[in-house]
């Protein structure tokens, strides 16, 4: 299983969003650091298809996604920043809404709607009014909407944005278990989370790859005489190195 991008370029008018971004993603999570305006938001959004690219391609397994269509967007999902939530309806009418957006209906729909809820501890919960949820249980049921159709390719925007250190600890968590056979997308300003759970790390600059590779591996290419002290080097080191202006 493979997701392709080659060439990947996005304008806003003179302002290049992504430039010739080429990489390939295998199962695995893949933590996308950079700043604000780095291009995160607007690579996630190509994959998703809400907008349209300006040049290069997105291949799943050789085939184009635009081609594929619903093909790829079943394969495919996809957990917002916590915004826009329904919170006056509870959570098995959130997500059963969100099924049916997905086509799914009758017992298929009934089944994967019960699966999620469980998967993501919400069960117990399912009759209550997602505005009464704790910010920890709301992310959990975006995750949830998300894990509709046991998609191959997850694209988490900021999964802990917000949360209490044991909530975020508590999402990670699950994370990880969900990445088996999956390509996992995750995209956050909390480093340490990508540092605990990614098996990849995406350095991005001003819309273009800087660099790819483990936690370890990057932490390790750090030079000696950048050190600011004798410490151990995290990836926040990475991101001041790599990243820093």
Do not use: C
């Amino acid at each position: 299983m493979k997701l392709e991008l080659k060439d990947l370029t996005k304008r806003y008018g003179e302002l290049v969003a992504l430039d010739g971004f080429t990489l390939t993603f295998e199962p695995g999570i893949y933590g996308i650091l950079g700043a604000n305006g780095a291009g995160k938001s607007t690579l996630m959004n190509l994959i998703t298809d809400n907008i349209k690219r300006d040049g290069g391609s997105i291949t799943f397994d050789g085939r184009d996604i635009l081609e594929m269509g619903d093909e790829f967007r079943a394969v495919l999902g996809y957990m917002p920043q916590q915004q826009g939530i329904y919170d006056r309806m509870t959570a098995e009418s959130f997500v059963s809404y969100i099924a049916r957006l997905k086509g799914l209906r009758g017992k298929e729909m009934r089944e994967q709607v019960d699966g999620v809820l469980k998967l993501t501890n919400l069960e117990s919960v399912r009759h209550k009014a997602v505005g009464q949820f704790s910010g920890g249980m709301k992310q959990r049921a975006l995750l949830a909407q998300a894990l509709l159709g046991d998609p191959k390719v997850l694209i988490l925007d900021e999964p802990t944005a917000g949360l209490d250190p044991r909530e975020r600890v508590r999402i990670r968590g699950f994370i990880s278990e969900l990445a088996k056979d999956r390509i996992v997308l995750l995209a956050t300003h909390i480093v340490t989370d990508i540092e605990s759970i990614a098996d990849k790390v995406i350095l991005m600059k001003k819309g273009r790859l800087i660099d790819v590779d483990t936690p370890a591996n990057l932490i390790a290419a750090i030079p000696e005489s950048w050190k600011p002290v004798a410490y151990n080097l995290s990836l926040e080191d990475v991101y001041m190195y790599f990243l820093g202006d």
